[in-house]
C-alpha cells in the first residue's frame, strides 16, 4: 500500500474524486489531496476533506507564514501523484515543467512516481499539441490511465475519447503501476470459466465456474509486468483491461482456441472447469416438451490440459484440480498425467471457497514434490502464489 497524492484539477470529473479517495482509503492506501483553483468550481474542499480524512492542499496554502511549504512537503511525503481528473491544461504544463502553480511545483520538486487520468474534450486529446504533452511525459517514465471512450460532459457532445476512467478503474490502474514488474517478457496463457455443451439451441450443461479464479490469475499476472492472452467460457465479468481475450462456449471451441495461442506462449494456467462430456447429438431445432423421460448420451471432450502436456516443450505449466474427498494423491496422478510443473488443488463441497466464492483455498504440488498449504485468501492472493511458482520455473 502507497501513500497516494490525489491532484483534482478543474474538470466536471472532479466530483468523482471523494469516491475515488474512499476506495483508496479502502484498499489501504494512505492519501492526501491537492486541489487546483479551478477544481474546487466542481468540487468543495469540504467534500473532498472528509473523503481523505484530512486537510486539502490549495493554492492559497501553499506558502505558510511559518515558513512551511507545501510543494516541497508534499513531494516528499508521496510516493505515488495521481492526477485526477487531469486537465489539458495540466497535461501541457507538466510536460513543459512549468511550476508557477501547486501541482506544477510538487511535480518539479522531486515526487517520485506520476499517473494522469486525462479528463477533456475529444478533439482536445486527439489534438497534436495534447498527444506531444503525453508522449512527452510517458517518455519522463509517468503513467496515463486512460481517457476512455464514452458520453462526455459538455452539452451536445454526445459520445467519444476524453473520458475520465471510472474512480474503480483508476484504484486497479493506480495498483497495477505499483506493483513490481517481476513477469516482465512473460507470455502467459490463461483459461477461465464454465463450458457450455448444448443439447438444443437453449439447454446445455454446464457448471457454477464464475471464472473467477481464471480473471485473478490473467490479471495479477498483467500487473506484473506479462503479456496475457486469456480464454474465457461464458462469465459475467468484464473483460480485464490490459489482456488480450477471447470468448467461448464449448469444450470444443475451447480447445481450438488454445491451441491457437499455444504457440506463443511461454506459461499456460488451465483454471477453466471444462466439461468433461458433451451430448452426442445436438439439436438445431429447440426441443419439445414432453411426458416421457428422456435419455441424453454423451461423449467424452478432448482433455485439453493432456493435449498441452504432451506438446510441452519446456513451457510452464499449470493446472487446477477440483476434488470433492480428500483428493491429495488424485491431485498428484493429474499433475504426473498431464505432465504438468504446478497443480492447484481446491474443494468443490468447502464452504465460501472454490466455485463463485471471492476466496480459494489452495494446496499447491509442484513436480518436485514440493507442497505448499496454503491458508483460505482471496482468489487474487492465491493468484499471486501460483504466479510466484511459474515465475521460479519460468526462470529455471
Ligand atoms: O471460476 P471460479 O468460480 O472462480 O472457480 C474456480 C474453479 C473452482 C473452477 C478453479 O479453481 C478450478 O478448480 N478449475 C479447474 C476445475 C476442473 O476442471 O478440475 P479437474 O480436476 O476436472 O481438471 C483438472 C485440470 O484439467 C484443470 O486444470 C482443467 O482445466 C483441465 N481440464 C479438464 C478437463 C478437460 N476436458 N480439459 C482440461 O484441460
Redesign the pocket.
Known amino acids: 500500500m502507497a501513500r497516494v497524492l490525489v491532484a483534482v484539477t478543474g474538470g466536471v470529473a472532479a466530483i468523482k474524486v471523494p469516491h475515488l479517495l474512499r476506495l483508496l482509503r479502502a484498499q489501504g492506501h494512505e492519501v492526501r489531496v491537492l486541489a487546483s483553483r479551478r477544481a474546487l468550481e466542481f468540487v468543495t474542499p469540504l467534500s473532498l476533506a472528509v473523503a481523505a480524512g484530512g486537510e486539502v492542499a490549495t493554492e492559497e496554502a501553499w506558502f505558510r507564514p511559518d515558513g512551511r511549504a507545501l510543494h516541497i512537503e508534499l513531494a516528499r511525503w508521496a510516493e505515488v501523484v495521481l492526477v485526477a481528473p487531469a486537465t489539458v491544461d495540466a497535461l501541457a504544463r507538466a510536460a513543459l515543467g512549468l511550476a508557477d502553480d501547486l501541482l506544477g511545483a510538487t511535480l518539479l520538486a522531486g515526487a517520485p512516481r506520476v499517473a494522469w487520468a486525462p479528463a477533456m474534450n475529444e478533439a482536445m486529446w486527439l489534438a497534436p499539441q495534447t498527444q506531444a504533452h503525453a508522449e512527452r511525459l510517458k517518455a519522463l517514465g509517468h503513467a496515463l490511465f486512460g481517457p476512455a471512450y464514452g458520453p462526455l460532459a459538455a452539452l451536445g457532445e454526445g459520445e467519444g475519447w476524453g473520458r475520465m476512467l471510472e474512480p474503480e478503474e483508476l484504484v486497479e490502474r493506480l495498483n497495477a503501476f505499483l506493483t513490481p514488474k517481476d513477469l516482465e517478457g512473460l507470455r502467459l496463457l490463461v483459461?477461465?470459466?464454465p463450458t457450455r455443451e448444448y443439447l438444443d439451441p437453449v439447454r446445455f450443461l454446464s457448471n457454477?465456474?464464475?471464472?473467477?479464479?481464471?480473471y485473478a490469475v490473467a490479471e495479477a499476472a498483467r500487473d506484473r509486468g506479462a503479456q496475457v492472452f486469456l480464454v474465457s467460457g461464458p462469465t459475467a465479468l468484464p473483460d480485464p483491461w490490459g489482456v488480450e481475450v477471447v470468448r467461448v462456449e464449448s469444450?470444443l471451441e475451447m480447445r481450438r482456441a488454445i491451441l491457437d495461442r499455444y504457440p506463443w506462449a511461454e506459461a499456460v494456467v488451465?483454471?477453466?472447469?471444462?466439461a468433461?462430456y458433451r451430448p452426442a447429438e445436438v439439436s438445431r431445432e429447440k426441443e419439445p416438451k414432453g411426458e416421457a423421460e428422456k435419455v441424453v448420451r454423451l461423449v467424452p471432450?478432448?482433455?485439453?490440459?493432456q493435449e498441452l502436456g504432451e506438446r510441452k516443450e519446456g513451457r510452464v505449466l499449470v493446472?487446477?484440480?477440483?476434488?470433492t474427498g480428500e483428493g491429495l494423491e488424485r491431485a498428484k496422478e493429474?499433475l504426473r498425467r498431464?505432465n504438468l510443473d504446478l497443480i492447484?488443488l481446491?474443494w468443490v463441497n468447502r464452504e465460501g471457497v472454490?466455485?463463485?466464492s471471492l476466496e480459494?483455498e489452495v494446496v499447491l504440488l509442484a513436480r518436485d514434490g514440493r507442497v505448499w498449504e496454503l491458508p483460505r485468501m482471496r482468489?487474487r492472493q492465491v493468484a499471486d502464489r501460483i504466479l510466484d511458482a511459474v515465475k521460479e520455473f519460468w526462470k529455471a
Open positions: 483459461s477461465a470459466g457454477p465456474s464464475s471464472g473467477r479464479m481464471g469444450a488451465m483454471a477453466a472447469a471444462v468433461d471432450n478432448p482433455d485439453i490440459l493446472g487446477f484440480a477440483m476434488e493429474k498431464k492447484a481446491n472454490g466455485f463463485a480459494n482468489k
